[in-house]
C-alpha cells in the first residue's frame, strides 16, 4: 500500500467519523422530541483486489422496531377513543347524580310521591297541593336538564368530529408532502433519516384519530390502512374526506335522518371510520348519547301517561298534550319530549288540582272533584300514590310495560336492562345506575389501557429513543478514531515532506 492510499483511506476514515458526530448531535438534540427514533450511521469496509481501501459512508438510518410501532399506534387509537368518550359521559355524571344522591330523577321521584303521601292526610291543605306542585316541577325540570345535557355532549361529538376530519386530510397531506420527498432521496443514496422521523410523527398524530397500519414501499413511499381495511390517501389532494357540518336535535340520527356521513370519493365510509377519536365521537353521537336520550323519554312519557291514566294530567309538552304511545318506531310520537317535559299549566295555575284531578278516566270510574266539591277528597290522591307509583293502572290489571327495545328516532337503539314489571322508580334507578356504570366502565377502561401504552412506549423508547449514555460513549471512542486517523495523516505529510529533501 503507497502513501497515496495511506493518505486517501484515512481522509474517507475522518469523513466518516465527520457524519458520526452529525448523527450523534442530531440525537442528541432530540432526545427529548417525543417519538424521535435513533438515527444510525451506516458504514461499510471498502476492499480491491483483497486489499483494503477505507470505509464507505452509507445514509443513516433509523433504529426501529416496526412491530412495537404497530402495537403503539393501535394503542394510541384506544386510548384516544376511550379518553373521547370519558370526557362526553363525565359532563353528563354532574346532572346525571347517582341513586339515592337527592340530585337524581330517583330522589326527585321519591320527594314528589312523598309529598303525595302529606298531602293525603290533609287535602284541602294549600301549602301541601303548592308543596306537590312544586316538587313535580323541581323533576321536570331535573329531566330537562338531563336532556340537555345529553343534547349539548351530543352536538360536541358531533363539532369534535367535524374539526377530527379536518385534523386528519391536514396529517394526511403532511405524511403524503413528506413522502414525496423522501422518494425523490432515495435515488441519490441520501439519508431520508430526519424526513422518516417527522413523517413517523405524524403517523403517531394520525393514529389518535384512527387506529392504522403502515406498510413502507420500496420507492420510500408509506401505505396507511385502518383496522377495517381503509386504505387513507396521502397524495390525493389536501381534502381526500369531506363532510358537511350537521346539528343533532332529538329526533336526527345516521344515517337518513339529517346527519352527513364521512365521504371519500363520493363513497360514504363512515361505517369504516372506527376506533380512535373518530371512532369514539361516531359512536357517542350514533348509539351512546341518543341511547341515553331515549332512556329518559321514555321515563318522561312514562310518567305523564301514569298520571293521566289516574285522572291527573301532571306533566305535559308545551302545547299541554301528553304524547302518545304505541307508534312505529316504539318512540315516534315522543322523540326528544324529555327536553321539553314540563308542569301542565293548569296545574301550575290551579294546584288544588293535584287533590281534584284534571280529567275523568274510562273504565276506572274516577272523575275529578267539581268545583265546590268536598275538600276532603282523597280518590284521586289515593289513585297516584296506589297505582301511578305502582305496578298496576288498577287492582288485577297491570301498567303497560316501558320500552327498552327498539328506541330512538329510528327505532334501532336498544336500553341495557329489562323494563318489564318496573315501577317508575324502577326505571328511575336502572337509567341512572345503567348510565353511571357506562361512565364508570370508561374511566376504568382509560386507566387499564392508559398504562399499557405507557409499557409499550417504554420498550419503544428503550429500542429506538436516544441513550445519552451510548451517545456519549459513542463520541470519545469517535474522538480517539478522530485522533488516529489524523495521526496517519500527519505521518504520511512528514513522509513526503522526508521524500521531497532527501529528492532534493
Given at each position: 500500500?503507497?502513501?497515496?492510499?495511506?493518505l486517501?483511506?484515512?481522509?474517507?476514515g475522518?469523513?466518516?467519523i465527520?457524519?458520526?458526530?452529525?448523527?450523534?448531535?442530531?440525537?442528541?438534540?432530540?432526545a427529548a422530541?417525543p417519538?424521535?427514533?435513533?438515527e444510525?450511521?451506516?458504514?461499510q469496509?471498502?476492499?480491491?483486489?483483497?486489499?483494503?481501501?477505507?470505509?464507505?459512508?452509507?445514509?443513516?438510518?433509523?433504529?426501529?422496531?416496526?412491530?412495537?410501532?404497530?402495537?403503539?399506534?393501535?394503542?394510541?387509537?384506544?386510548?384516544?377513543?376511550?379518553?373521547?368518550?370519558?370526557?362526553?359521559?363525565q359532563?353528563?355524571?354532574s346532572?346525571?347524580?347517582?341513586?339515592?344522591?337527592?340530585?337524581?330523577?330517583?330522589?326527585?321521584?321519591g320527594?314528589?310521591?312523598?309529598?303525595?303521601?302529606?298531602?293525603?292526610?290533609?287535602?284541602?291543605?294549600q301549602?301541601?297541593?303548592?308543596?306537590?306542585?312544586?316538587?313535580?316541577?323541581?323533576l321536570?325540570?331535573?329531566?330537562?336538564?338531563?336532556?340537555?345535557?345529553?343534547?349539548?355532549?351530543?352536538?360536541?361529538?358531533?363539532?369534535?368530529?367535524?374539526?377530527a376530519?379536518?385534523?386528519?386530510n391536514?396529517?394526511?397531506?403532511?405524511?403524503g408532502?413528506?413522502?414525496?420527498?423522501i422518494?425523490?432521496?432515495k435515488?441519490?443514496?441520501?439519508?431520508?433519516?430526519?424526513?422518516?422521523?417527522?413523517r413517523?410523527?405524524?403517523?403517531?398524530?394520525?393514529?389518535?384519530?384512527?387506529p392504522?397500519?403502515?406498510?413502507?414501499?420500496?420507492?420510500?413511499?408509506?401505505?396507511?390502512?385502518?383496522?377495517?381495511?381503509?386504505?387513507?390517501?396521502?397524495?390525493?389532494?389536501?381534502?381526500?374526506?369531506?363532510?358537511?357540518?350537521?346539528?343533532?336535535?332529538?329526533?336526527?340520527?345516521?344515517?337518513?335522518?339529517?346527519?352527513a356521513?364521512?365521504m371519500?370519493?363520493?363513497?360514504?365510509?363512515?361505517?369504516?371510520?372506527?376506533?380512535?377519536?373518530?371512532?369514539?365521537?361516531?359512536?357517542?353521537?350514533?348509539?351512546?348519547l341518543?341511547?341515553?336520550?331515549?332512556?329518559?323519554?321514555?321515563?318522561?312519557?312514562?310518567?305523564?301517561?301514569?298520571?293521566?291514566?289516574?285522572?291527573?294530567?301532571?306533566?305535559?309538552?308545551?302545547?299541554?298534550n301528553?304524547?302518545a304511545?304505541?307508534?312505529?318506531?316504539?318512540?315516534?310520537?315522543?322523540?326528544?319530549?324529555?327536553?321539553?317535559?314540563q308542569?301542565?299549566a293548569?296545574?301550575?295555575?290551579?294546584?288544588?288540582?293535584?287533590?281534584?284531578?284534571?280529567?275523568?278516566?274510562?273504565?276506572?270510574?274516577?272523575?275529578?272533584?267539581?268545583?265546590?266539591?268536598?275538600?276532603?277528597?282523597?280518590?284521586?290522591i289515593?289513585?297516584?300514590i296506589n297505582?301511578?307509583?305502582?305496578t298496576?293502572?288498577?287492582?288485577?290489571?297491570?301498567q303497560?310495560a316501558?320500552?327498552?327495545?327498539?328506541?330512538?328516532?329510528?327505532?334501532?337503539?336498544?336500553?341495557p336492562?329489562n323494563?318489564?314489571?318496573?315501577?317508575?322508580?324502577?326505571?328511575?334507578?336502572?337509567?341512572v345506575?345503567s348510565q353511571?356504570?357506562?361512565s364508570?366502565t370508561?374511566?376504568?377502561?382509560?386507566?387499564?389501557?392508559?398504562?399499557?401504552?405507557?409499557?409499550?412506549?417504554?420498550?419503544?423508547?428503550?429500542?429506538?429513543?436516544?441513550?445519552?449514555?451510548?451517545?456519549?460513549?459513542?463520541m470519545?471512542?469517535?474522538q480517539?478514531?478522530?485522533?488516529?486517523?489524523?495521526?496517519?495523516?500527519?505521518?504520511?505529510?512528514?513522509?513526503?515532506?522526508?521524500l521531497l529533501?532527501?529528492?532534493?
Amino acid at each position: 500500500m503507497g502513501l497515496n492510499s495511506a493518505l486517501s483511506i484515512a481522509a474517507g476514515g475522518l469523513a466518516n467519523i465527520n457524519a458520526q458526530f452529525a448523527l450523534i448531535s442530531q440525537n442528541v438534540a432530540n432526545a427529548a422530541t417525543p417519538g424521535y427514533a435513533v438515527e444510525i450511521s451506516n458504514q461499510q469496509a471498502l476492499t480491491a483486489d483483497g486489499v483494503g481501501m477505507g470505509v464507505q459512508t452509507g445514509p443513516a438510518t433509523l433504529q426501529i422496531d416496526q412491530a412495537l410501532q404497530t402495537s403503539v399506534l393501535q394503542q394510541n387509537a384506544t386510548v384516544t377513543g376511550l379518553q373521547t368518550t370519558q370526557t362526553s359521559l363525565q359532563a353528563i355524571d354532574s346532572v346525571l347524580g347517582t341513586p339515592g344522591s337527592g340530585s337524581d330523577i330517583g330522589s326527585l321521584l321519591g320527594n314528589m310521591q312523598d309529598s303525595f303521601s302529606t298531602l293525603l292526610t290533609d287535602p284541602g291543605n294549600q301549602t301541601q297541593q303548592s308543596t306537590v306542585v312544586s316538587a313535580a316541577t323541581t323533576l321536570a325540570q331535573g329531566i330537562n336538564s338531563l336532556s340537555a345535557a345529553y343534547a349539548t355532549q351530543r352536538q360536541g361529538a358531533q363539532n369534535d368530529l367535524e374539526s377530527a376530519i379536518t385534523t386528519l386530510n391536514s396529517t394526511l397531506a403532511t405524511i403524503g408532502q413528506l413522502s414525496n420527498e423522501i422518494i425523490a432521496l432515495k435515488p441519490t443514496n441520501q439519508s431520508t433519516a430526519d424526513l422518516e422521523n417527522q413523517r413517523n410523527t405524524a403517523v403517531q398524530a394520525l393514529s389518535q384519530l384512527l387506529p392504522v397500519k403502515t406498510v413502507e414501499q420500496p420507492n420510500g413511499d408509506l401505505s396507511i390502512f385502518t383496522s377495517t381495511g381503509l386504505t387513507l390517501p396521502t397524495n390525493d389532494g389536501a381534502t381526500p374526506f369531506t363532510m358537511a357540518s350537521s346539528s343533532t336535535p332529538a329526533g336526527s340520527y345516521y344515517p337518513g335522518g339529517g346527519i352527513a356521513g364521512i365521504m371519500l370519493g363520493g363513497a360514504d365510509v363512515t361505517s369504516q371510520m372506527t376506533g380512535g377519536q373518530i371512532g369514539a365521537d361516531i359512536t357517542l353521537r350514533d348509539t351512546t348519547l341518543p341511547t341515553d336520550q331515549a332512556e329518559l323519554d321514555e321515563f318522561a312519557q312514562g310518567l305523564s301517561s301514569r298520571f293521566a291514566g289516574q285522572g291527573l294530567t301532571l306533566f305535559t309538552d308545551p302545547a299541554g298534550n301528553v304524547p302518545a304511545g304505541g307508534g312505529t318506531p316504539a318512540q315516534s310520537g315522543y322523540v326528544g319530549y324529555a327536553g321539553t317535559i314540563q308542569v301542565n299549566a293548569a296545574v301550575a295555575a290551579d294546584p288544588s288540582l293535584v287533590r281534584d284531578g284534571t280529567n275523568a278516566v274510562a273504565g276506572t270510574g274516577f272523575t275529578p272533584n267539581p268545583s265546590g266539591g268536598p275538600a276532603g277528597f282523597t280518590s284521586l290522591i289515593s289513585n297516584v300514590i296506589n297505582y301511578t307509583f305502582g305496578t298496576q293502572v288498577q287492582s288485577g290489571v297491570a301498567q303497560p310495560a316501558m320500552n327498552t327495545s327498539s328506541l330512538g328516532a329510528s327505532g334501532n337503539l336498544n336500553a341495557p336492562f329489562n323494563a318489564a314489571g318496573d315501577t317508575l322508580s324502577d326505571f328511575a334507578t336502572s337509567l341512572v345506575s345503567s348510565q353511571a356504570e357506562q361512565s364508570a366502565t370508561t374511566t376504568s377502561s382509560v386507566t387499564t389501557e392508559q398504562a399499557l401504552q405507557t409499557s409499550l412506549q417504554a420498550k419503544v423508547s428503550a429500542v429506538s429513543g436516544v441513550n445519552m449514555d451510548t451517545e456519549v460513549s459513542q463520541m470519545l471512542s469517535l474522538q480517539n478514531a478522530y485522533g488516529a486517523n489524523a495521526r496517519v495523516i500527519a505521518g504520511v505529510q512528514a513522509m513526503f515532506t522526508q521524500l521531497l529533501q532527501d529528492i532534493q
